[in-house]
């Protein structure tokens, strides 16, 4: 279900590398990730590929803040994919594999065949994921341009993570499910609230997906104290904040005794339309 970057044909596992029938070869890191990023697709603009703000997310993630979105999401997997024999999930965008390594198990939990893949542009932080989890393949890639075939995913899951429409649904098999992770209205309300004298509330709305119908939209909340110092500064560094915010207030942010805030996501499911 891997197909070349090259040349679309299918790649078959081969002795430490991936090829296709046209010859193109791709070698598995020793780690375990496989890196399918051409090298004149390798720019990229998404700030979260720099390595610091890899190991501010994994450091912050690592003090189970957000362990609830993540069992909340697996509740969603294991419902998505019931049933299912030798099924495809993807983890979009999947980072250091916090979330991935258990999407992998709950996958499993339900259909032990499944075949289970994590897909960043980062290599960085699939280095780290390989090397934890040998259940999932995990591919340098562009989200625009997947290296799978047509139709051979079952599910795809989406964490904060850039979408595209028109190769969600080329990837998916109809009646395919795809979910997606959101920041909901009070999400980091807290930490906005100290930065800005203005904060504004997050705008809930499911994305325009011409080839996908609603299924369902949650929310889960959860209001958490963050420990000052690394983790408060950590969790800014995963926020859109970091970018925008003076040095000024990163400075009272860095000396602020503790964060109180909500951590507020939306949680939301759509099914592929039959082929159009
Ligand atoms: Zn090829």
């Not at 596992?13 to 020793?30: N, T, V």
């Not at 390594?101 to 960085?124: E, I, M, R």
């Amino acid at each position: 279900m891997l197909r070349c970057p090259v040349c679309h044909q299918p790649l078959s596992p081969s002795q430490g590398c991936y090829r296709c029938p046209k010859g193109h070869s791709f070698d598995l890191a020793s780690s375990g990730y496989l890196n399918l990023l051409l090298p004149n697709k390798r720019h990229s603009s998404h700030p979260g590929d720099s390595r610091e703000m890899i190991l501010a997310r994994r450091d912050f993630l690592a003090r189970g803040y957000y362990d609830f979105l993540r069992e909340f999401l697996c509740g969603q997997i294991e419902e998505c994919l019931a049933g299912q024999s030798g099924s495809t999930l993807i983890d979009i965008g999947c980072g250091e594999g916090y979330y991935t390594q258990s999407f992998t198990l709950a996958a499993k939990a339900v259909d032990p065949g499944c075949h289970c893949y994590g897909l960043d542009l980062a290599k960085d932080g699939l280095k780290t994921a390989a090397k934890r989890d040998k259940d999932t393949l995990y591919l340098v890639a562009s989200l625009g341009d997947m290296p799978f075939s047509d139709q051979c995913a079952n599910l795809l899951v989406n964490v904060f993570a850039p979408y595209s429409d028109e190769e969600f649904a080329r990837v998916l098999a109809p009646g395919g499910y795809l979910i997606t992770a959101v920041p909901a209205e009070n999400h980091l309300f807290g930490l906005k609230s100290f930065l800005y004298e203005k904060p504004y509330y997050n705008i809930l709305a499911p994305y325009d997906l011409p080839h996908f119908t609603l299924v369902s939209q949650q929310v889960i909340e959860k209001q958490v104290t963050i420990s000052p110092g690394q983790d408060i500064y950590n969790l800014f560094q995963m926020t859109p904040y970091f970018w925008k915010t003076s040095s000024h207030a990163v400075e009272r942010l860095k000396n602020l005794e503790q964060l109180d805030t909500p951590l507020h996501f939306g949680i939301i499911v759509y099914r592929r339309n039959s082929l159009d």
